[in-house]
């Protein structure tokens, strides 16, 4: 079932259809100019340069899977752009489903990135044993947000929260400062506790930031839905 339509209750506590349809429509008055695409393109860039310039990534593979995100983006903004003039005869200013699909895709790709920084920590500092275990957490961790998500999402509905207009959110560069913060700590860390306390700790805070970026999922949910029930 696509998470759209999971959000409603199911049997005789369906929500009421008007408030869902806000919820679906919410973002579509949304705008941005494609100059903040390139801007969020640079934060990828900068967050990937990072990880690589303080020393978390020491392996190829990691150093490869650190590179998907900046070029997974930079191929999704060209092709946004063009789209978005064939949509709306505007290549200029990203608006409607592709605000909302950019806003989903941009929220991923740092959920993905924050995500490698905390398990590349785990690998660096953990054993085998405790790897496996510390990766099974993290797996059921965000099946448990998701859901936590749906949850928060469901309730807001009900609540007609989504009842105004879209609210445009600056978060990037805040997401790319809090993880210079969050590498600095950690290398601070190093000095004042042992190396694996210190490990702990980074890992929580990068995989706090992946779990609060996994919101864009459902930006990209409903964009698919959006575009099939047109």
């Known amino acids: 079932m696509d998470l759209p339509v999971s959000l409603m209750n199911d049997g005789g506590n369906c929500m009421e259809k008007e408030n869902f349809k806000k ?5 579509l008055d949304g705008k941005t100019p494609f100059d903040q695409c390139i801007k969020n393109e640079i934060v990828v860039i900068l967050l990937s340069v990072l990880l690589i310039y303080i020393g978390i990534m020491q392996s190829i593979i990691f150093l490869i899977l650190g590179l998907v995100p900046v070029l997974a983006y930079l ?10 003039k064939k949509l709306y005869g505007n290549d200029q200013v990203i608006e409607g489903v592709y605000y909302i699909l950019n806003m989903g895709i941009y929220s991923v790709c740092l959920s993905y ?7 590349e920590i785990i690998y660096n500092v953990f054993n ?6 510390a990766i099974s957490i993290i797996i059921a961790g965000y099946i448990i947000v998701i859901f936590l998500y749906k949850c928060m999402i469901r309730k807001l509905i009900e609540r007609n929260a989504y009842g105004g207009s879209t609210k445009k959110l600056k978060g990037g560069l805040f ?8 590498m600095s700590t950690g290398r601070i860390l190093v000095n004042v506790v042992d ?3 210190a490990g702990e700790i980074g890992s929580i805070i990068f995989l706090f930031l992946s779990y609060l970026c996994l919101i ?15």
């Open 23 to 27: 919820y679906m429509l919410y973002g």
């Open 195 to 197: 190396y694996k306390s």
């Open 175 to 182: 997401f790319a400062l809090f993880g210079v913060l969050g």
């Open 216 to 230: 864009g999922i459902f930006n990209i949910t409903k964009y698919k839905y959006l575009m099939e029930h047109k």
């Open 75 to 84: 191929i999704f903004i060209i092709k946004l752009k063009s789209a978005n």
């Open 128 to 133: 085998e044993k405790e790897r496996i275990t």
């Open 113 to 119: 990135i924050f995500a490698l920084m905390g398990i």
